[in-house]
């Protein structure tokens, strides 16, 4: 049989236009839509809907209005850097690191550990919810945050691309970032530095598959100070596999995601002396005793490492994910 290759060609051509085609939808994709057509059943929690262009929710447009035009990275008091969770000093949500003593006898960052016993009705407690990074900061389509580089090797490239001066608080805090999402986890810890909500999204329902549910901290409105709270339900999510996403300081939105199996997530009803209500994330890891034996949560505590369950309030920029 005699084979004519030419008359194929004209297929081959338009399978190859149709391929383009479709990988360039693709790519158009929002962030908000490819949510909704990965986790149709999953709604947004606010600190995702938070993270999130406004035009991207409002008309679906896929414009970037990200390049060299600077960044603003969080400053803190008398311009220290702010750190997720705690300021100023080692991230509270990554448990290889001991903590400062300024840390220590900081209030805030006291009050953001108990014990799993103490999580009941009726239990009374101090807090400062707040949001622990640059509320300004949003995603990226993947297509673009793929195109910059986040790796300490190219760091000066980095800071080029955002016109960041390298010796700058915000240079400082954008470095730390990167570093401590280049280090390894804890034995058992599965981590991830997510750059754009699609990865964040492909790395947790690879982790929990598709059938998940999603919670984040949400305050009625913002205290300024340490608040008392009182206990008006506690509901438990899920099992015990599940991923935490921790928002971070840079210059667009970062998320460090980590994956275990030794952690228990519940939804915390709460009610302030004020009369302030809030729906608060609660975390207790049931294992700690790969953690530092310097870390704050043990310091606060005055526990040992691996002895006892313990817990942490999410800042309202921190997202949990479960599976159903």
């Known amino acids: 049989m005699e ?93 290889n690191y001991a903590a400062t003593e300024t840390q220590i006898n900081d209030n805030p960052n006291v009050a953001l550990f108990f014990l799993e016993k103490d999580l009941k009705r009726g239990a009374k407690m101090n807090l400062h919810f707040t949001k622990t990074t640059n509320a300004e900061t949003t995603f990226l389509p993947r297509q673009e945050a793929d195109k910059i580089p986040f790796s300490s090797e190219k760091m000066s490239e980095i800071l080029e691309h955002f016109s960041v001066t390298p010796d700058s608080k915000e240079a400082e805090v954008m470095k730390k970032t990167i570093k401590e999402c280049e280090e390894p986890g804890i034995k058992g810890e599965e981590k991830y530095c997510a750059t754009s909500l699609e990865s964040m999204v492909d790395f947790t329902t690879s982790k929990l598959g598709k059938n998940v549910q999603t919670v984040s901290t949400e305050v009625e409105k913002e205290p300024n100070k340490l608040e008392e709270y009182r206990v008006s339900g506690v509901k438990k999510m899920g099992g015990e596999k599940i991923v935490v996403c921790h928002k971070q300081n840079y210059a667009y939105a970062v998320f460090y995601c980590h994956k275990t199996t030794t952690t228990k997530a519940y939804v915390v009803s709460l009610i302030g002396i004020n009369w302030t209500k809030a729906k608060a994330v609660a975390v207790c890891h049931t294992d700690t005793s790969a953690w530092n034996p310097k870390h704050l949560a043990f310091q606060v505590l005055n526990v040992k490492p691996g002895t006892v369950p313990v817990c942490h309030y999410l800042p309202e920029d921190h997202v949990v994910w479960v599976q159903n």
Do not use: C
Request: charged share 15%.
């Open 3 to 95: 084979f004519h290759f030419h008359l194929l060609l004209p297929i081959l051509t338009l399978l190859s236009v149709a391929l383009v085609a479709s990988q360039a939808a693709a790519d158009d994709v929002s962030p908000d839509a490819y949510w909704k057509s990965v986790l149709p059943n999953a709604p947004m929690p606010k600190a995702v809907k938070d993270s999130l262009r406004s035009k991207w929710i409002e008309d679906k447009s896929t414009s970037v209005g990200v390049g060299k035009g600077g960044v603003n990275v969080n400053a803190g008091p008398k311009g220290k850097p702010v750190y997720v969770g705690v300021t100023p000093g080692p991230n509270p949500f990554i448990y």
